[in-house]
């Protein structure tokens, strides 16, 4: 990752752009693939964001993308009310300090990620003297709440997300809907098809192309991500103590951070595995890659009785372009995109059934070779290095003064993908 100072980065002319997020900018990969996208072509990109230590500066320029960190974040959560603080908090700051942005520089656009859905009108100012405003909706909130704090689907907090959602996607200009499940629920109950597109999380080849270079004679079994429960991580463990005697050299490695973290320790040492398992914080995602090109198989294990049934999960492709072979739970919104020749699916929620899945593919190199070939095909034609056009021809057809008829005909080709 490269960084200069300030005075050093002179951006070609060009469309001129911020990015707006509650998240961390060096491990939010769709954040990172939008704003490298575009100054690599030449437009000038902000992006307002989280920091993730104190030791971060509030300013630094990342691969040619100004990033400015507004405010320190630790993912530990008491409850709900301490998690909407933080957000209201961020929305707040972010609302003065975009504004300011935007008096200085003009953007044309300026593209915003949820979660939360109301951090669109951060954009307040900006829309109101001209520039376009994107939503992107990575989660659906109301049912990510719901599995987060265990509410149920049809109480008051769950209901109220919705009104929110309504009235935040009608303030953007535009939505972008992180998978075509979700294009369904949205379209169906807050926004119209034609002011939505679908941008699934292509893996970027750039990012997850490392060789392997590890030769311990280890073999490593890998999960990265949140640790949130719709991820399955107990379903994991409990399945991976069943064949851990039969193979004195798997390992489990867990990278990620979540109020849950203690919890899956905890089941760790419970299960008697803690010389087997091992839990690293999460990393940014050049280095996360590297992580991925030297691991044997990819877990994915997230329940299909929860917000996972629904959510795409960006690790089972960066999986594929490291050529890691990925066993993945049976949810409806994996098996939308992925068959049985390129991923090994087991049944949500069923250790045993994931057991199975592992020593099958432990044992068998040959099993783990042909998914790894048909995934690298899988990736061929399906990667960020490839889509991103769309996104571009999207920022480019809102920004220009015929954009009404083209951001139509741009929707119309990403929704058919």
């Keep these: 990752m490269n960084l200069t100072n300030q005075t050093d980065c002179k951006l070609s002319p060009g469309r001129k752009v911020c990015m707006l997020a509650y998240s961390f900018y060096e491990s939010d990969n769709r954040v990172m693939r939008y704003a490298q996208a575009l100054v690599a072509r030449g437009d000038q990109v902000d992006?307002?964001?989280l920091g993730s230590s104190q030791m971060q500066p509030p300013f630094e320029i990342v691969d040619g993308v100004n990033v400015h960190r507004l405010q320190f974040r630790q993912r530990n959560e008491r409850n709900k009310y301490d998690y909407l603080y933080r957000l209201t908090k961020f929305c707040a700051k972010s609302g003065l300090f975009l504004s300011r942005l935007h008096w200085e520089k003009k953007f044309d656009l300026v593209h915003v990620h949820n979660v939360p859905d109301f951090?669109?009108?951060?954009?307040?100012?900006?829309?109101?003297?001209?520039?376009?405003?994107?939503?992107?909706?990575?989660?659906?909130?109301?049912?990510?709440?719901?599995?987060?704090?265990?509410?149920?689907?049809?109480?008051?907090?769950?209901?109220?997300?919705?009104?929110?959602?309504?009235?935040?996607?009608?303030?953007?200009n535009h939505v972008i809907i992180s998978n075509h499940l979700w294009y369904d629920k949205i379209t169906g109950r807050s926004v119209p098809p034609e002011k939505c597109s679908v941008i699934i999380n292509h893996v970027d080849l750039d990012v997850f192309g490392c060789k392997r270079i590890r030769k311990d004679g280890k073999f490593i079994l890998l999960y990265h991500g949140g640790l949130q429960r719709h991820q399955g991580l107990d379903v994991a463990l409990r399945a991976f103590a069943i064949i851990s005697p039969q193979n004195a050299q798997?390992?489990?490695?867990?990278y990620g951070g979540g109020n849950m973290k203690l919890e899956w320790q905890a089941l760790t040492n419970q299960l008697g595995l803690g010389d087997k398992v091992f839990f690293f914080?999460?990393?940014?995602?050049?280095?996360?890659?590297?992580?991925?090109?030297?691991?044997?198989?990819?877990?994915?294990?997230?329940?299909?009785?929860?917000?996972?049934?629904?959510?795409?999960?960006?690790?089972?492709?960066?999986?594929?372009?490291?050529?890691?072979?990925?066993?993945?739970?049976?949810?409806?919104?994996?098996?939308?995109?992925?068959?049985?020749?390129?991923?090994?699916?087991?049944?949500?929620?069923?250790?045993?059934?994931?057991?199975?899945?592992?020593?099958?593919?432990m044992t068998h190199r040959d099993r783990r070779e042909e998914l790894a070939r048909n995934a690298n095909d899988y990736v061929t034609h399906n990667n960020w290095n490839i889509k991103k056009q769309q996104y571009l021809h999207l920022v480019d057809s809102l920004v220009s003064p015929t954009g009404l008829a083209s951001t139509q005909r741009v929707v119309n080709s990403i929704s058919c993908l």
Excluded at 119 to 138: C, E, N, Q, R, Y
Excluded at 250 to 254: D, G, V
């Design 47 to 49: 992006v307002i964001t």
């Design 119 to 172: 951090l669109v009108f951060s954009a307040w100012w900006p829309k109101l003297t001209g520039a376009k405003i994107i939503l992107d909706l990575h989660d659906i909130l109301p049912e990510f709440f719901a599995d987060k704090f265990r509410q149920p689907h049809d109480s008051l907090p769950v209901e109220l997300l919705k009104v929110v959602e309504r009235i935040s996607t009608r303030f953007a």
């Design 250 to 254: 798997a390992e489990f490695h867990i």
């Design 281 to 361: 914080d999460s990393l940014t995602m050049r280095q996360i890659a590297e992580i991925v090109a030297n691991a044997d198989l990819g877990i994915v294990a997230k329940r299909a009785d929860s917000f996972g049934n629904e959510a795409y999960s960006t690790k089972i492709m960066e999986y594929m372009a490291a050529g890691v072979p990925a066993i993945v739970s049976k949810t409806k919104v994996d098996e939308y995109y992925f068959n049985d020749s390129v991923v090994r699916f087991f049944e949500s929620g069923n250790e045993n059934a994931l057991a199975t899945a592992m020593l099958d593919l």
